[in-house]
Nanobody, 116 residues
Framework: QVQLVESGGGLVQAGGSLSLSCTAS?????MAWYRQAPEKTRGLVAR???????NYVDSVKGRFTISRDNAKNTVYLQMSSLKPEDTAIYYC?????????????WGQGTQVTVSS
């Protein structure tokens, strides 16, 4: 079982920036960031394949950047121009190596709060 450990997050004012990182204890396939706001369902924010192909939800395009370092089994999420509606618990996810999925494994979540 691969473990995912997240770091980063916190409180920031609207328009500010934050970075998240997530390190896996083993090799994974696609890695992703999801988020869940209060009383809302968890949804995909961005994903990145081992080859570096990325996808973003429309609401974060141009503001968030996902990247990864395969040698370190780590995925990053650089968030800029943050808005209050970005407030959520952010979860790292990863697919089993060789899988087409990106959510076989989950991190514990890290809180991001954007004040207006």
């Amino acid at each position: 079982q691969v473990q995912l450990v997240e770091s980063g997050g916190g409180l920031v004012q609207a328009g500010g920036s934050l970075s998240l990182s997530c390190t896996a204890s083993g090799i994974t396939s696609t890695m992703a960031w999801y988020r869940q706001a209060p009383e809302k369902t968890r949804g995909l924010v961005a994903r990145i394949t081992r080859g570096g192909t990325t996808n973003y939800v429309d609401s974060v395009k141009g503001r968030f950047t996902i990247s990864r370092d395969n040698a370190k089994n780590t995925v990053y999420l650089q968030m800029s121009s943050l808005k209050p509606e970005d407030t959520a618990i952010y979860y790292c996810a990863a697919g089993r190596f060789g899988s087409l999925r990106e959510n076989d494994y989950w991190g514990q979540g890290t809180q991001v709060t954007v004040s207006s």
